[in-house]
């Protein structure tokens, strides 16, 4: 554990210095060191999309970044989203839509569609399903996250 | 999966960066947006023992005009940004177009054009896109700056003229002949795979709507891109009809390229894949340089 290199990162707002070794991964920074599970790790090489986080505003998959590059940016994590009193708009139409089976990959799917719906606010079929490409469900076919996108579109239109 | 251990540094300009570089020789490995590399090191097929970030290397992300009617695009300039600007959908749209392929929104925000080129893939994009646009490349040393053709920039799989202690800093393409047209396809299981085949087309057509410039280029058929030659020959001087198109969509599938087999598809699909899409994309670009597309 030599060669350790000292970060400041603002994850959800809240600033964290650590101490890290080049080699950490940016999805196991979040987990492991900042104890921040809602970040998922699925195959690690950038296929699954399950660790999908926001970068400085844009979704990138937080396998595919070192922990060291994150030094002085703005991490944005599930965790930020809401909470099981207070859920965010597009969390409330997953559980609508039943859009979530296990579990596994939807806070990658939500931190993918968070730059996506407000860039999009009123996104057709197709390009939700653009938008959901880099990201891979095992169990829903997808067919109801297309569903939970749409009522997020149109439940975020009335609240704004 | 964890990368095995490296030494990291952090430049924020390319003279640093090139200083690191030409210390550490082969032992170093630039790192850019890390979309290829960073999966190639959890599997640990790469361990660099040094790794040089050129993510903070503001300089070298930029989409500029240049005087003669072309593009200057700096070497850590995101897909995403490529992707999203006017300048390039205006003077560049063949790079416009091809855009949407390239893996998905996650991995663009990342990956960048300096990256991509120097990488090598031979089943990416933008490689074979920078072919068609008869690009060029800025690379750079501690000694100076150094301009190389794509024609010869590319060796093979993952290779480029690139020496250890260079650093890509700048792609250049070159303006748009008026009445030019151009088509980007490709065919992947699911949109953002690899390519199993793809093309890039790009023809300009003479006052008497004759076929003046073609080049045509396929990717994810051999060891790099391959421009199809004798297809571009056969369509030089002709009226481009339709017979013309197929003709040459078949020689380019037959003749230009040698694909290989591989658990994704055989060397006959892919020559059946590589014969419609040349049709396809030539059909369409030839439509846009004549302004009915």
């Given at each position: 554990?030599?060669?350790?290199?000292?970060?400041t990162v603002t994850v959800n707002g809240k600033h964290y210095t650590r101490d890290v070794e080049p080699r950490?991964?940016?999805?196991?920074?979040?987990?492991?060191?900042?104890?921040?599970?809602?970040?998922?790790?699925?195959?690690e090489h950038g296929v699954c999309g399950t660790c999908t986080v926001l970068f400085d505003g844009e979704s990138?998959?937080?396998?595919?970044?070192?922990?060291?590059?994150?030094?002085?940016?703005?991490?944005?994590?599930?965790?930020?989203?809401?909470?099981?009193?207070?859920?965010?708009?597009?969390?409330?139409?997953?559980?609508?839509?039943?859009?979530?089976?296990?579990?596994?990959?939807?806070?990658?799917?939500?931190?993918?569609?968070?730059?996506?719906?407000?860039?999009?606010?009123?996104?057709?079929?197709?390009?939700?399903?653009?938008?959901?490409?880099?990201?891979?469900?095992?169990?829903?076919?997808?067919?109801?996250?297309?569903?939970?996108?749409?009522?997020?579109?149109?439940?975020?239109?009335?609240?704004? | 999966?964890?990368?095995?251990?490296?030494?990291?540094?952090?430049?924020?300009?390319?003279?640093?960066?090139?200083?690191?570089?030409?210390?550490?020789?082969?032992?170093?490995?630039?790192?850019?947006?890390?979309?290829?590399?960073?999966?190639?090191?959890?599997?640990?097929?790469?361990?660099?023992?040094?790794?040089?970030?050129?993510?903070?290397?503001?300089?070298?992300?930029?989409?500029?005009?240049?005087?003669?009617?072309?593009?200057?695009?700096?070497?850590?300039?995101?897909?995403?940004?490529?992707?999203?600007?006017?300048?390039?959908?205006?003077?560049?749209?063949?790079?416009?177009?091809?855009?949407?392929?390239?893996?998905?929104?996650?991995?663009?925000?990342?990956?960048?054009?300096?990256?991509?080129?120097?990488?090598?893939?031979?089943?990416?994009?933008?490689?074979?896109?920078?072919?068609?646009?008869?690009?060029?490349?800025?690379?750079?040393?501690?000694?100076?700056?150094?301009?190389?053709?794509?024609?010869?920039?590319?060796?093979?799989?993952?290779?480029?003229?690139?020496?250890?202690?260079?650093?890509?800093?700048?792609?250049?393409?070159?303006?748009?002949?008026?009445?030019?047209?151009?088509?980007?396809?490709?065919?992947?299981?699911?949109?953002?795979?690899?390519?199993?085949?793809?093309?890039?087309?790009?023809?300009?057509?003479?006052?008497?709507?004759?076929?003046?410039?073609?080049?045509?280029?396929?990717?994810?058929?051999?060891?790099?891109?391959?421009?199809?030659?004798?297809?571009?020959?056969?369509?030089?001087?002709?009226?481009?009809?339709?017979?013309?198109?197929?003709?040459?969509?078949?020689?380019?599938?037959?003749?230009?390229?040698?694909?290989?087999?591989?658990?994704?598809?055989?060397?006959?699909?892919?020559?059946?894949?590589?014969?419609?899409?040349?049709?396809?994309?030539?059909?369409?670009?030839?439509?846009?340089?004549?302004?009915?597309?």
């Open positions: 554990m030599s060669n350790l290199k000292t970060i950490l991964l940016l999805s196991d920074f979040i987990r492991h060191h900042l104890g921040l599970t809602g970040t998922h790790v699925g195959c990138v998959r937080s396998c595919l970044m070192f922990a060291v590059q994150s030094d002085g940016h703005e991490v944005t994590t599930v965790e930020s989203l809401g909470d099981i009193d207070n859920l965010h708009p597009l969390q409330e139409a997953f559980m609508e839509a039943h859009a979530v089976q296990c579990g596994f990959c939807t806070s990658g799917f939500l931190m993918s569609l968070i730059p996506f719906l407000e860039e999009n606010p009123d996104p057709t079929e197709e390009e939700i399903r653009d938008a959901l490409a880099g990201n891979l469900c095992r169990c829903t076919g997808y067919q109801h996250i297309v569903d939970a996108v749409k009522l997020a579109a149109e439940n975020m239109a009335v609240q704004s | 999966m964890k990368p095995a251990a490296f030494d990291y540094y952090a430049p924020s300009t390319t003279e640093e960066a090139l200083a690191y570089l030409d210390q550490f020789g082969y032992d170093a490995k630039p790192l850019a947006g890390g979309q290829s590399l960073i999966p190639t090191m959890n599997f640990r097929l790469a361990q660099p023992s040094v790794l040089v970030d050129l993510n903070p290397i503001v300089d070298l992300s930029y989409i500029r005009p240049h005087e003669d009617g072309g593009l200057l695009l700096g070497a850590m300039t995101r897909a995403s940004q490529v992707e999203r600007d006017p300048l390039v959908a205006e003077r560049a749209p063949l790079v416009h177009e091809t855009m949407p392929s390239i893996a998905h929104p996650q991995i663009r925000n990342r990956s960048t054009m300096g990256g991509t080129m120097a990488h090598a893939d031979p089943a990416a994009e933008l490689p074979a896109v920078a072919i068609a646009l008869n690009a060029q490349f800025r690379i750079r040393g501690q000694a100076g700056d150094r301009w190389v053709s794509v024609d010869e920039f590319f060796l093979g799989m993952f290779m480029t003229v690139i020496e250890p202690s260079e650093l890509l800093v700048e792609v250049r393409l070159p303006p748009m002949p008026p009445r030019s047209g151009w088509c980007f396809r490709e065919i992947a299981r699911r949109h953002g795979d690899y390519a199993l085949v793809g093309v890039a087309a790009m023809v300009t057509l003479d006052g008497g709507n004759q076929c003046d410039q073609a080049r045509l280029v396929f990717l994810s058929v051999e060891d790099r891109p391959v421009p199809a030659r004798r297809a571009a020959e056969m369509l030089q001087g002709q009226t481009p009809t339709a017979e013309a198109i197929q003709a040459a969509a078949e020689t380019a599938a037959t003749e230009d390229i040698d694909p290989g087999s591989d658990i994704h598809a055989s060397a006959s699909y892919r020559r059946q894949l590589a014969k419609v899409l040349a049709r396809q994309a030539l059909t369409q670009a030839f439509a846009r340089a004549r302004g009915v597309a």
